[in-house]
């Protein structure tokens, strides 16, 4: 492969495009994780946080992958054999899955077709089946990285609510946080799962529990072996801004600065606005190409990224391989079940109308160029979308 | 104004999008301009820099403005009073004419349109009628950044010949070099001015001199006063890779970087090629919206920038700041006697097909939003050019 | 505490003072992980790492700090209940021991005084008594860094050999890797523990294991559950240069410069060699102080930090905040049984003759400045060892 | 020559040290200079500036060295053939007398022994013999960076007063501004000329003329051609935030960020403090090595850099090489006159106390390991000042 001119665009569903501010904060020195200035940027750090979590519980933060944030919530919280209501909705659910299991629980699975989210009556129906009580935790991904469907996790809660069952709510927002609206005390999660590199503009390497009283009070008995993803000393320690361990101190540096950003300059409700737009337009671009977007019930659309299925007989992987080579675009890949069946489309992070019409016109290119049937005009449908839809307000400038 | 999420859209005709590599080598540190260190790259680079001019004559290099690029060949060349033949080809041609004037020199303007380049025949007709040789250079603009307009140095240099005058030529690349096909020594240029902040992929801070001995012979008998723009010195201590006063060392670093990309990644071919491919498109996508590309002949078409003209009565400022506003994107005003008249399209520099599908995106979608007559298509009769164009070879990658 | 001018010491013993190089490539954009440049990388980056640990077998790179190393090195091979082998030789090791215990495991604590290492006739003796070999591993930290007390890795596999007993045999090399000499193969070690931010150079949130076939062999049976730091999907996936979840990318990129500083441009011997001269250099400092070095066996000197005992009745933390507040200098502190009676000097990672000087005028003037008892002629002392003793070869050139 | 570990000490008396937080600044993309966010931005900066000068007088900021600033001065204000009062106190006076010459002025030298500043006696004397006021300007250094000797500038304008000459007063201050107390407006300049790689703390390739009314006066009849040195254009342009001619942007970017530092972080009075006492700490080594400090006068020595005389026979260049070959020490070398005789010491930017003890143990082992003879003890005498002598207060911490 050749390195070509101009920037990469890199719109897979994470990680996202990284804003050079975020870069250049990560770029600074390393400093004592146990000195004082570090200790003031934690602070600022965690409470942050809370923030884009829409919590007033602590938020911990792992040096590790979204996938160590989920093993966090598992372990502090569960039994070995503890039963756990799992749900098939793609990839990434079933990698949860197979984690539960190999760390010893017992999860039920309700199967899905990965073109919906969870259904809150399939929740109420397996919970009130569950007279004795002896599933411990209900587990939910809000966005399925793998298919592009949203789970609507306030009716999922709800849905526990009518059944009045006692099982934690677990929700993994690695592909959603800081891209579409998310509301941990509102919607009455008791762990959040989130990692650095997808709507908080971040490398990876960060990942994150935002940790109910309820989902506390669990870890006092919850008799999985634990000693890194431990939430007990974890807390103990940030309540005066340090770490049981050696954090990611660059990291953190990059965080602060892309907190500032989201919260402060942009304003979470932009945020979301942004991404609701750029999804939209996305969307009429499949259609207007007479392609099919895997997702098929419009309420679980996702803002973050949108699954397009190949016609038959067309290989995404050719098709990928062709868009990165000739247009420098680097695309999503379909996933196990999904392989060669479909190719994703980030459209989240730090990202504006300009980069998508780009991205838009490189897939409309590359259909072209790899001979995909296909109509023209998608990048015409959603130019028309986004110059007559209103925007949300830009990010307020940073000050120097 | 906010501040937008997303890259900034930099398409001005320079500054030009700086490449990632290229900034992080400026922010290293500085270093000992006396050292070896520094002596060993100011030896590499100013050996690069002959193969971008395409010449075995030094090239100086001026911790300057490209500004004072034009300067320098003047005051290193000429006397007081001393002719010059010049050309009214556009808004910079006559800033050079100003300062022409300004360091005591006289002179000889052919007027133009702003629409065309310099017509050979005049040259040599100019020459032709000059019998005593008073006219001691004939200065050129390559490539008329306010116009998008080139000349064709290589028929000036024949009729210069035809004339058999004897006048140094010079030619202002400052928009032109490492963008479109640029031979000093081929086209028996004297002094060739350049920049950095165009073709070569830097900010602005460094401007050249690529000079003949013939130049350097006038330099020997040339009355106005000098300094700090004196070659003689430069050229002494360049010898052994050290400078006559302090060198912006940090971009002198960014240089060589871009140097490797240009002629050893990319090869510069492939460089210009995919010039002449970004500039084709963008005239398929003006012609598509109905608008009138200033540059009336299509031998002259600039392959670094496009300068379209607004429908009467529609205002470029206007446009422009609504574009910027919107859409995150820098497009180029236009200047004097274009003023609010016309706005040019930055094409060259680190760049690629997605992001001109992005720029045009962005132009096509302005149009709309502040009224502008136009009929839609253009970024779709672009893509239609891009796709099916052949392209150069891509930049060999990079060593790690 | 005010901001101070010029740049800060960062002398704790990890972590280290980061290359601006390596910085400068952790800030490049993040890229695609599943993607042919990041594969490339990927492959390069372990088969560097290689080198370093002196193994031919393979080495897990995990996006965590080197707790979560530790966490690895016993999940994969152990199983609940088993019995360790483990040595009170610090602050280090006694977290290790209760990260054994909060898994399950039973270690066997050998109790230490914290100013000596591993005594190999213990391990053989406590190894001889094992009849049964109930004893699964033993664990040892190579450079203690809460006291700069080094265990004699080689002697110990010898007493273990001796003793002919199959434990495995774990070595944390988390300050010592990259600083002092280690050889994975050669010391027939079965798991070597390592992070990214002492010796390497990096920023916290890398870690690592290297790997032995025996310990793989026991991998295969252990029961602890595990599922992040699980070794064979991570082999599998690193075959190809791919991870089972997403690596921490950006530190990856500085890994590669960091190694490529470390094995080609100044080659392992050297940086060694650095170590142990900046050790002895600091050491006469200290005797010259009429202080007293926390180690007790000069055969067990640390290289890459050296513990020092504050004299009765002075308070390290004082003397800490004294010097940071004044000198910009940052000292490791006196930790759990140490506190607020040692403070600790990190002479490793990236590092060099007058960044000592700095550092050690910095103590010797704390000293005065907080009224610690003390000789003055700390300072002298180093220089005048460091001028007559031989350097290594300096560091190679890099390539621009 | 190897690249060794660690950090390099470029302690040449210019370029300076720069700060990480200006060189990541300076790494910021590049924007367009005619557009609003960079016109908010030289509003700031050329605002900023007059703090640092000391002036309601506006500051001119060109594209270039030091040595263009110097050329701007003479060409703004002065005519072909005027008479002008230059002294004889170093290398840089020497060339601007050169340049001087070289743009057809007429210098009155008065001669000097490099070890002296500018004796204002003489001044009033040579201006009192001027009957015919025929002498247009006074010319002075107020640091001379080959020597390390300054000139008291309040003292100079006192005789010029006192003979009741109206010459413009101009005064070269690039290796002192924003080192050394100075006062453009109190002290009656017309023209400072400043650079931005000393007490500034940027990379060069920036510098600054500030310039006065009654200068501003002169430039209205000043004969000299000039162009890109013209201030009027410039004034007039920057009013509204912008400029004639492409700024050098990023260097700019820099300049913002330093001038944060230094006037609000700093606060000028401690960089000045700072500064004094690290002058005072050096001058005590070299005293302490028995080695002879190049100023004679107390009264005149420089806080930005120490001159020392090597003792006879021995060479300094010689030594710098083993310095910066063993120790990774810049050092700066003996200039024309002084060449091979003296080696200069840089203890200006951004600095604190404990580089200046890495510097003068550099200094020290270098003594030492070449063989020239002196005593033991600089850097002890050093230190026992540096602990003893009060220092500034600190910088203000930073907001994120």
């Known amino acids: 492969m050749k390195h070509q001119s101009g920037r990469h665009f ?135 990285t793998s298919t592009g469907v949203t789970t609507r996790i306030a009716e999922v809660r709800k849905a526990i609510d009518r059944a009045k069952h006692p099982a934690l709510f677990m929700v993994d927002t690695i592909s959603s946080l800081a891209s579409i609206d998310y509301r941990h005390d509102e919607w009455g999660v008791d762990v959040t799962v989130a990692g650095s590199q997808k709507g908080l503009m971040l490398p990876p390497g960060l990942s ?5 009283d309820k989902a506390l009070a669990a870890a006092k008995t919850a008799k999985l072996p634990r000693s890194y993803w431990n939430w007990e000393e974890m807390l103990a320690s940030n309540k005066d801004g340090w770490f049981p361990y050696t954090p990611a101190t660059n990291l953190l540096y990059g965080l602060r600065v892309a907190l500032k950003m989201l919260v402060e300059e942009e304003g979470l ?3 979301f606005k942004r ?35 190949m016609p038959e007989g067309h290989s995404e992987i050719r098709f990928r391989e062709a868009v990165l080579e000739r247009f420098n675009l680097s695309l999503g890949s379909g996933l196990t079940k999904l392989r060669d069946k479909v190719f994703r489309i980030g459209h989240l992070g730090d990202f504006n109308d300009l980069m998508l019409a780009g991205t838009l016109a490189g897939i409309e290119m590359g259909l072209e160029l790899t001979g995909v049937p296909h109509k023209k005009g998608g990048v015409d449908a959603a130019l028309d979308y986004l110059v007559h839809s209103e925007t949300g307000g830009g990010r307020k400038r940073a000050a120097a």
């Open 10 to 144: 890199l719109q897979i569903p994470g990680p996202t495009n990284v804003p050079d501010r975020v870069l250049r904060a990560i770029d600074g020195a390393t400093v004592d994780h146990r000195g004082p200035e570090f200790q003031e940027m934690s602070k600022e750090v965690l409470a942050g946080l809370k923030q884009v979590f829409k919590t007033r519980s602590p938020v911990v933060i792992f040096p590790a992958s979204g996938t160590g944030a989920w093993e966090a919530a598992l372990v502090n919280t569960l039994s070995p054999g503890d039963r756990v209501l799992m749900f098939e909705t793609g990839h990434f659910a079933t990698l949860w899955l197979n984690m539960a299991k190999r760390l010893g629980l017992d999860p039920v699975l309700v199967p899905g077709d990965w073109r919906h989210g969870i259904d809150p009556a399939q929740v109420e129906a397996k919970l009130a089946e569950d007279k004795g009580n002896s599933i411990k935790a209900v587990m939910a991904v809000h966005n399925e």
């Open 208 to 212: 994150f529990n935002c940790v109910s």
């Open 269 to 271: 409700d932009n945020v």
């Open 275 to 309: 991404h609701d737009r750029h999804a939209e337009a996305t969307r009429r671009a499949v259609r207007a190409w007479g392609l099919e977007i895997l997702c098929l019930n419009p309420a679980e659309y996702s803002s973050s990224l949108t699954a397009v299925l």
